[in-house]
């Protein structure tokens, strides 16, 4: 079998039963007749739409031809292959190999993981798969439960702290549009593609160039890494939350956990905890600091959500392509480098979705967007966000940057109550209003999907001036890249806070968190007095992961970052324990 890098696909290549045409498409970059191909498979496809006069599809193909004779004069550049496209032999990824020690003669004692996001599930998987009993907490509900408190809050219910859209089973991206593209290019996101369709996920996310999942498959793909959890000798306990670590010498001996509906505690025995706890998780990130553990200021950004009519993105993204059924709804990803040194930046994307009310807290409005498999709304919404650094937090505190996430979600809340809304109801204002300096005007053509609604304020109440003054610059420039990025009627939706994790949790090479040793004995309160620079080397058991802590941005790069952690957990365990 070869691998065929660069082959051209007519549009009709995407509609069901077109196999026939993908076997043509790869004979002619061969240069060999149609009936020599016995088999040509996807391995990855994307749509090309650099000229909006001929949009096509470019895709790598796994070819076998009937004669090797011929495969090998194909591998050899001898069978007139067409210009670009590339040959070579097919080598299949191995799969993921998890270190098996249920049959150990002393297995190590069993790590607790905390958080059942991406980060948390996947870790959670691999130690299970490994036999080492991993207990799965997670302070929000099972996932069907949780679907029913989201709905109830967009309905107009309470909030409920622990399960929302940021927390509960499955995590910040269980209600999101499940988009898997990522930056990282380590070789374990192949196995998290496939463990995820051996959990119920669509099969094109292996070939798919940006696959995505939809909140509707998600739900029940979340659901499947749970069973396979347990059936492979893991726990998973819900409403249970991570409130305070037990450390000696800097060493992790217990973990205490709440129940947060019934407020029963109790203190865990445990050398090893996986901290999978996500970027919105602020009493944990206090509870870490008040611990000793080092961590500093990071990075994150600000904005909106802003939502077009999808009609307006597909024309400007495929011409009068757009209309054609294979294509689905277009997406895009823009970013314009402005001379006051900012970046404004689009950010997950959601094609056919809708906006979501993402708050945790209560009297915060926060932002985000999700849609289904079929993103068929109708209406295409994505983060635009300002990157802002330590040096806007206004403060040196570690965790400054929560506390201005905090202000800005306050401000809005208290924007759209002051407009006329209800609680939770998010301020919301048509692009030319903004950058006019008017509000109050509803969009003619975009009616906002935000499910508690919206009211017409201005924007400019909740947000700093500078992340407004960036917005507006960058949206003129975005314009440019995206014909009618700037549309006055389109609606941009406040405030978009969670881009990323405000802090991050230091670890070393071992993948451990250190802690100052004056804080060791888990004394709440003592952090005030610690010294978070300072350097330490100490083993801790705690292995900070995914998002929440600061190495990783979606769910991608957050289950990798979870694979990688139960590899170096399970290493430090077993070598312990003495098992090799
Ligand atoms: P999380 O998913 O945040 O999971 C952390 C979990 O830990 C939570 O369930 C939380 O309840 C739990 N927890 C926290 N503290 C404790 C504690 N003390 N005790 C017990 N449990 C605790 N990314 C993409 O790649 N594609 C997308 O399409 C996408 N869309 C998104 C849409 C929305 C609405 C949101 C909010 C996010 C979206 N993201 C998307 C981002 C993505 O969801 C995150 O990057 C990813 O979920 C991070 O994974 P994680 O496991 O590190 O943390």
Excluded at 92 to 97: D, E, Q
Excluded at 358 to 382: C, I, K, L, P, Y
Excluded at 399 to 416: K, N, P, S, T, V
Aim: hydrophobic fraction near 45%; aromatic fraction near 6%; charge should be positive.
């Amino acid at each position: 079998m070869i691998r065929v890098e660069n082959v051209r696909l007519p549009l009709d290549a995407g509609l069901p039963d077109s196999d026939r045409l993908v076997t043509r498409a790869a004979a002619r970059a061969l240069g060999v007749d149609a009936g020599t191909v016995a088999h040509a498979r996807l391995l990855r496809r994307s749509v090309d739409a650099r000229k909006r006069s001929d949009v096509h599809f470019t895709a790598t193909l796994v070819v076998g031809l009937s004669d090797p004779a011929l495969e090998r004069r194909a591998l050899e550049g001898e069978t007139g292959c067409a210009r670009g496209v590339r040959v070579a032999p097919y080598e299949p990824a191995a799969p993921l190999r998890v270190p098996d020690l249920h049959c150990a003669s002393a297995r190590p004692p069993r790590p607790i993981v905390v958080g059942a996001g991406p980060s948390g599930l996947f870790a959670a998987l691999y130690l299970a798969e490994a036999g080492m009993r991993p207990l799965l907490v997670e302070q929000g509900q099972p996932v069907e439960q949780r679907v029913r408190a989201v709905e109830r809050f967009n309905r107009g219910g309470q909030l409920d702290p622990f399960s929302n859209i940021q927390f509960g089973e499955g995590g910040a991206g269980t209600f999101s549009d499940g988009k898997l593209t990522t930056g990282t290019k380590s070789p374990l996101a192949r196995h998290v593609l496939s463990w995820l369709v051996d959990a119920g996920a669509p099969a094109e996310i292996l070939w798919q160039a940006k696959p995505h999942v939809g909140t509707d498959r998600l739900v029940e793909v979340v659901r499947h890494l749970r069973e396979r959890i347990v059936a492979c000798g893991g726990e998973v306990r819900f409403d249970t939350q991570l409130s305070d670590l037990r450390l000696h010498e800097g060493r992790l001996t217990a973990a205490v956990l709440r129940n947060v509906r019934t407020e029963a505690c109790e203190q865990v025995p445990a050398a090893q905890l996986v901290l999978a706890c996500g970027h919105s998780a602020r009493d944990t990130f206090q509870l870490m600091r008040n611990a000793g553990a080092r961590m500093e200021r990071k990075a994150f950004s600000l904005g909106v959500r802003i939502e077009h009519p999808q009609g307006l993105i597909d024309r400007a993204q495929y011409g009068a392509a757009c209309a054609h059924p294979a294509l689905g709804a277009a997406d895009y990803k823009l970013v314009a480098h402005l001379p006051s040194g900012r970046n404004v930046y689009t950010f997950c994307m959601c094609p056919g979705g809708e906006v979501v009310c993402a708050a945790s807290e209560q009297g915060g409005v926060v932002v985000n967007g999700m849609s289904r498999f079929a993103r068929d709304t109708g209406q295409a919404n994505s983060a635009l966000l300002v990157g802002v650094g330590p040096g806007d937090f206004g403060s040196d505190d570690v965790l400054a940057g929560i506390d201005l996430q905090r202000r800005i979600e306050r401000a809005a809340f208290a924007c759209a109550r002051k407009a006329g809304g209800d609680a939770y109801q998010a301020p919301a204002q048509t692009v030319g209003d903004f950058l006019s300096g008017r509000c109050g005007r509803a969009s003619a053509a975009v009616r906002p999907s935000y499910a508690r609604g919206v009211v017409w304020a201005d924007l400019r109440a909740c947000l700093p001036a500078f992340v407004c003054d960036a917005l507006a610059e960058g949206l003129r420039a975005l314009d440019g890249r995206l014909r009618g990025f700037a549309d006055p009627q389109a609606v941009m939706i406040g405030v978009e806070t969670r881009s990323s994790s405000p802090v991050r949790v230091l670890r070393g090479a071992s993948m451990q968190a250190s802690f100052v040793a004056a804080a060791s004995q888990g004394a709440a309160g003592a952090a005030d007095a610690l010294d978070f620079s300072e350097p330490d080397a100490l083993i801790s058991g705690v292995y900070p992961s995914g998002e929440g802590p600061g190495y990783a941005g979606g769910i991608m790069s957050a289950a990798v970052d979870g694979l990688r952690v139960a590899e170096a957990c399970l290493r430090h365990a077993a070598a312990q324990a003495g098992v090799s």
